[in-house]
Every structure is written in structure tokens, then in C-alpha cells.
């Protein structure tokens, strides 16, 4: 199989190579920094797709209900948060951690454009997200625009998120206002 990561830039490709490399595949090889050509990968079977949305929906319901310690029940051990504009955080027990600091409330997610690609042993999932959200310092709704891009990899017949990266680049009108509201510093994971 062939497949090719249509970011229009250099950081994805750079990011999903870097798992790849990290993963072992078999055989399998990355090869180029904006293309990724992997021959030895077996198209993703239905089902493995549909138990992959599972995931992604489970993860923005835990999100949303602020059930940090279920959600991490979906993740590796190894797990990567790529968070815009911050340091990742490598490891369970570092991103454990940010989610018990955090003090956003989530009220609702909207996943658009969701793509899943990859094999029967590792996968990339593509959204776009609107995400409605409050802090504890400022009830006022607010709602950022973006896009997130997920790693999975399948060990002993379960599929577990390793990367999460995801990029914020855009605001919304508030419901009811049609005002934008101050860009947010922090913005959930989804």
C-alpha cells in the first residue's frame, strides 16, 4: 500500500515519520519527511476502523464529563501529547498529571472531517474539532477552532492512542452573541 500524508507542510509528515521509526512494524521503513511511502502496510479492516471512531468518541465523551482517569484508559504507556504552542508531554504519569492540574470545563465537542488511515498494527486518525469550553476563572463560554491528528498502535488486539497532537487556529462567534471571544491561552485536548 501506498499512502501519502496530504498536510501542506513539513511537521506532520515529520511527526508521523518519527512514530513510524519508533514503532516496530516488521520490515517497514520510513522513507521522505513530507511523504510517507510505507509498502509493507495492510489496508485497516472495517472493523479495526469502527473500533478506532469508538475510541476517538469515547475520548471527547470522557473529555466532555471531565473523566481524565477513564480517558487515559485509552492511551499507551508511551503516550505523546503534542499540545500547540507547549512542550509535549511524554509518558501516562506526565499527562496523568496535566489533566488532574486542569481547570477547563468542556461543554461540548464537534468533530468534523474525520479521517482514519493505516494499518492493522498502527493508524492515524485526522479531525477538525469546534470546542465549547469555560474555566474556573471565567464562566464565559468560549470556543476554539482546530484540527488534531491521533496515533494508534495495536498491541496484543487493542488499539491504544500514543500521540495526540493538535493545532488551534481559529475562534467562533458565541452562540446567541455573534462575538468572537478573547483567544483562549489553553484549550482541551480534542
Known amino acids: ?21 519508533r514503532t516496530k512494524v516488521g520490515p517497514c521503513r520510513a522513507m521522505g519527511a513530507s511523504a510517507i511511502h510505507v509498502r509493507c502496510m495492510d489496508e485497516l479492516t472495517k472493523d479495526a476502523v469502527r473500533e478506532i471512531e469508538q475510541i476517538h468518541s469515547n475520548w471527547i465523551g470522557f473529555e466532555v464529563a471531565g473523566e481524565g482517569h477513564s480517558l487515559m484508559a485509552l492511551c499507551a504507556d508511551d503516550i505523546e501529547l503534542w499540545p500547540p504552542d507547549a512542550q509535549p508531554l511524554l509518558g501516562r504519569a506526565a499527562v496523568s498529571a496535566q489533566m488532574a492540574r486542569g481547570t477547563t470545563r468542556i461543554h461540548c465537542i464537534e468533530i ?46 487493542t488499539w491504544a492512542v500514543t500521540l495526540v497532537s493538535w493545532s488551534s487556529w481559529g475562534r467562533a462567534a458565541i452562540p446567541g452573541t455573534g462575538q468572537l471571544p478573547p483567544f483562549p491561552s489553553a484549550v482541551a485536548t480534542s
Do not use: C
Open 112 to 157: 468534523t472531517d474525520r479521517r482514519i488511515r493505516g494499518s492493522n498494527e498502527i493508524a492515524y486518525l485526522t479531525a477538525s474539532y469546534k470546542t465549547t469550553f469555560s474555566s474556573a476563572e471565567d464562566p464565559t463560554p468560549r470556543q476554539a477552532l482546530g484540527s488534531h491528528l491521533w496515533i494508534l498502535r495495536k498491541r496484543a488486539g
Open 1 to 21: 500500500m501506498y499512502f501519502e500524508a496530504d498536510t501542506g507542510g513539513f511537521a506532520l509528515g515529520s511527526q508521523i515519520a518519527l512514530v513510524f521509526a
